[in-house]
């Protein structure tokens, strides 16, 4: 006859059987590349390595706000045609974010790589404001002349009311010089686009902080000012209707964009963007650069490197006044044979080829990329890829076709970029698993009863913790990886609808 088991050896059994430990919970971010220094142009590269040191910021700090402002320049000269016969091209205006945690140096080392057009900006300013000033003098001479004209023609017609007072009659009245603009900051969209309108080539928009114009723009009573947004990365004729204003009109509303933001307020856009709110593209045309922290700090006190920041700012120089025939650019012909249009450039043979290969690579990736929500921000690298093999052809010195050089070194940024675009939309699970942390943290020091809901967590209102949405996915995450576990009382037992209850796992607790 077996022995019937007691409660001791039940309790021994127990003991000896193995608890099944939960599994770590993943990364808050994905992996990135580096960025690509060698693919920076050469007169440019020696001042962010220079600027990187001695600030001790990643070089994608300075690197990335300087390409984009070279661009922007050579954006206003000459296009890309990106193949042999077909009429697809593109401009070199390029929007880009750089991301960081608070106190990484994103400001100061965006200040140094906009150097150039700062002074660039100043000068015309200056330019402007002795122009007014002129202006001034020609308005009121325009006035003295026309109270003469107007006392001298009333004279006439008082002595013959048929004379003829036209010549008494003053010309028209002198025009305001227009004040040419490199960077803007903060403004509103209308007088963004006034701008637009008195500088057809393009400017820059520089943002120190990116998430109050994200915010801003996502506000359903800003949709007008956002669809303008979005158009001025494409480009194209736009026009303003208004009332007080009447028309203005933009023959190519084209804009260059370039700003910071902290890695908490992205992920919370790219969340936003995911549920359906400001799903229109607006992200995704941006370059993203999110580089790892750097390693150990050490102090760097050295005098700036003058040769490396007269080159570069002798590139900027260049550029401003760069004329596409300098780039050996094409013209295309309208009906009646005349010049119309942005000069162009098309790739050379070789440089073609690789970009053709890249591009057929591309379109492959797009057929999966929407199951990660990759899709809408991987398209947009049809433009990224051709505006930046001209900018660094251009940049170089480059005349006449595109060449392979600066298109391999166009591709390795796309290497780069994409990387970072995937960090990005990756990020929700930034989110995701940063809240995971705070949950487990709270179970198991005792906040939440056992079993708790996922109410319990959210109407707490922890750091964290506040939204629904947020808590579930983290309450998915902690459960899929055995830290908790399920379980659902139906709607019997609970007195109303379902309800799912969590609890710590074995492993969690002795884990």
């Known amino acids: 006859m077996s022995a019937v088991p007691n409660d001791l050896d039940r309790i021994k059994a127990a ?28 007169a440019l590269r020696p001042w962010v390595a220079d600027v990187s040191e001695r600030m001790q910021c990643p070089p994608d700090f300075v690197a990335v706000p300087m390409l984009v402002g070279a661009a922007m320049l050579v954006a206003r000269k000459v296009k890309i045609k990106c193949q042999a016969r077909t009429d697809w091209d593109e401009r070199a205006n390029l929007w880009a974010l750089i991301v960081g945690r608070p106190g990484a140096m ?13 002074r660039m900006e100043a ?62 900051n903060d403004l509103t969209y209308e007088k963004l686009g006034v701008l637009l309108s008195e500088n057809p080539d393009g400017v820059l928009s520089v943002r120190d902080e990116m998430r109050g114009l994200f915010l801003h723009l996502a506000r359903e009573e800003n949709a007008t000012a956002r669809a303008f947004y979005l158009q001025a990365w494409s480009g194209g004729r736009y026009t303003f209707d208004r009332i007080q204003r009447g028309t203005t009109t933009i023959e190519d509303a084209r804009l260059s964009m370039i700003g910071s933001i902290q890695p ?43 040769e ?36 162009f450039l098309r790739f050379a043979d070789d440089a073609r ?57 166009a591709l390795a940024l796309a290497e780069y970029f994409e990387s970072h675009t995937r960090r990005l939309h990756g990020s929700n699970r930034r989110v995701t698993v940063r809240a995971a942390r705070a949950l487990l943290s709270k179970a198991r020091s005792g906040a939440l009863d056992d079993p708790f809901t996922a109410r319990d967590v959210y109407r707490s209102q922890w ?35 379902p309800t799912t209850t969590y609890s710590l796992t074995e492993g969690a607790r002795r884990g």
């Open 15 to 42: 003991a000896n059987d193995p608890i099944e430990l939960p599994r770590p919970l993943p990364a808050d971010l994905l992996p990135v590349a580096r960025f690509p220094l060698k693919a920076m142009p050469e």
């Open 353 to 409: 080829e690789a970009f053709s290969e890249w591009h057929h690579d591309l379109e492959r990736k797009l057929k999966t990329a929407d199951a990660e929500g990759l899709e809408g921000a991987l398209s947009k690298f049809r433009h990224h890829v051709p505006a930046l093999a001209l900018a660094l052809h251009v940049i170089d010195g480059g005349a006449g076709p595109v060449a392979l050089r600066p298109t391999l070194h």
């Open 123 to 184: 000068r015309a300013a200056a330019a402007h404001a002795a122009s007014m000033e002129d202006f001034q003098v020609d308005l009121l001479a325009h006035e003295l002349r026309a109270g003469a004209g107007e006392k001298n023609a009333k004279a006439a017609l008082a002595k013959n009311k048929d004379a003829d007072i036209r010549d008494h009659l003053s010309a028209t009245a002198p025009q305001a010089p227009t004040w040419p603009r490199y960077l803007v």
């Open 106 to 118: 994103k400001s100061p080392a965006m200040a140094q790589a906009l150097g150039p057009l700062e």
């Open 308 to 343: 490396a920041k007269r080159a570069a700012w002798s590139v900027f120089d260049r550029l401003d006044t760069l004329d596409a025939a300098d780039c050996l650019a094409q013209h295309d012909a309208g009906f009646d044979g005349e010049p119309q249009g942005l000069p």
């Open 463 to 497: 750091s964290g913790l506040t939204d629904k949405a947020t808590v579930v996915d983290a309450l998915d995450m902690l459960a899929s990886h055995g830290w908790l576990s399920e379980c659902e009382l139906s709607a019997s037992s609970t007195g109303g609808r």
């Open 264 to 306: 908490g307020p992205l992920g919370e856009l790219v969340q936003q963007a995911r549920r359906g709110a400001a799903d229109d593209g607006m992200l995704d045309r941006f370059l993203v650069a999110w580089p790892d922290d750097g390693g150990d700090w050490r102090e760097v006190d050295r005098f700036p490197d003058t």
